[in-house]
């Protein structure tokens, strides 16, 4: 004859060592290492536009890019630029005709994107009508240049 | 050679820059050199000892008219700031 009393709790011990012995506690999984964002592609400094015309606006830009001026007028380039340097020199030499010097001045920034940086000349009794250039130099490297005329 | 055209003179033409990107950071001034006053000390000996001449004690006084009121009168504790050598 069975016992329905020792045979239940015969049967819950053995579930409950069933249990234990082969439930293993679940080992957290290892901490996985964040993956570093991509740093940032580094742009080289370079020259993008070399732009002239007869006034510039608060930006520095040329409103108007023109390519012949008038014998009063005051020349501006408007050189924009991108990338990063920790210094550049950039300069404009103005020359005349087959190359005669006209005048050369330079400006010195530590750029760290997109920038615009203006050059102007004037000349007071009027410019000679011809064919001029100017060139845009970074660190004494030509980068860029243009072209103009002064009309009669 | 006769019948050339003269060169233009653009010796009086002007011109000017200026730039949307910041001008490269000037180097940080390094800090005036100081000497802080000792028991014994006058402004003459100080110079003679720190800038290597004790005629430079008028530098100094020069240097530190705002703590220094009598050149003959310096207190043990001042901090007094020392000219270029």
Same mark, same amino acid.
């Given at each position: 004859?069975?016992?329905?009393?020792?045979?239940?709790?015969?049967?819950?011990? $053995?579930?409950?060592?069933?249990?234990? *012995?082969?439930?293993?506690?679940?080992?957290?999984?290892?901490?996985?290492?964040?993956?570093?964002?991509?740093?940032?592609?580094?742009?080289?400094?370079?020259?993008? *536009?070399?732009?002239?015309?007869? *006034?510039?606006?608060?930006?520095?830009?040329?409103?108007?890019?023109?390519?012949?001026?008038?014998?009063?007028?005051?020349? #501006?380039?408007?050189?924009?630029?991108?990338?990063?340097?920790?210094?550049?020199?950039?300069?404009?030499?103005?020359? #005349?005709?087959?190359?005669?010097?006209?005048?050369?001045?330079?400006?010195?920034?530590?750029?760290?994107?997109?920038?615009?940086?203006?050059?102007?000349?004037?000349?007071?009794? $009027?410019?000679?009508?011809?064919? #001029?250039?100017?060139?845009?130099?970074?660190?004494?490297?030509?980068?860029?240049?243009?072209?103009?005329?002064?009309?009669? | 050679?006769?019948?050339?055209?003269?060169?233009?003179?653009?010796?009086?033409?002007?011109?000017?820059?200026?730039?949307?990107?910041?001008?490269?950071?000037?180097?940080?001034?390094?800090?005036?050199?100081?000497?802080?006053?000792?028991?014994?000390?006058?402004?003459?000996?100080?110079?003679?000892?720190?800038?290597?001449?004790?005629?430079?004690?008028?530098?100094?006084?020069?240097?530190?008219?705002?703590?220094?009121?009598?050149?003959?009168?310096?207190?043990?504790?001042?901090?007094?700031?020392?000219?270029?050598?």
């Amino acid at each position: 004859m069975h016992h329905p009393k020792r045979l239940g709790g015969a049967l819950a011990l $053995g579930l409950v060592l069933a249990l234990t *012995s082969s439930c293993k506690r679940a080992e957290a999984p290892p901490p996985v290492a964040p993956v570093p964002a991509p740093a940032p592609a580094v742009v080289p400094f370079g020259v993008k *536009s070399v732009q002239l015309g007869s *006034s510039i606006g608060p930006d520095k830009r040329v409103p108007t890019p023109m390519s012949t001026f008038a014998k009063g007028d005051t020349i #501006y380039a408007s050189v924009a630029t991108d990338g990063a340097a920790p210094t550049v020199t950039l300069s404009a030499r103005w020359t #005349y005709g087959d190359g005669q010097p006209v005048n050369e001045s330079s400006e010195t920034i530590s750029p760290t994107g997109p920038a615009v940086t203006e050059f102007h000349i004037s000349k007071p009794d $009027g410019w000679p009508a011809g064919s #001029y250039k100017v060139e845009i130099r970074a660190n004494g490297a030509v980068l860029g240049s243009q072209q103009f005329t002064v009309a009669e | 050679m006769a019948g050339d055209k003269p060169k233009p003179d653009f010796s009086n033409v002007k011109s000017g820059s200026s730039s949307t990107a910041p001008p490269p950071a000037q180097p940080a001034k390094p800090a005036p050199k100081t000497y802080t006053v000792v028991a014994g000390d006058s402004l003459s000996k100080i110079a003679k000892k720190q800038l290597g001449d004790a005629n430079k004690w008028k530098q100094i006084f020069e240097a530190n008219r705002d703590v220094i009121k009598n050149p003959d009168l310096i207190k043990p504790g001042q901090v007094l700031k020392l000219p270029d050598a």
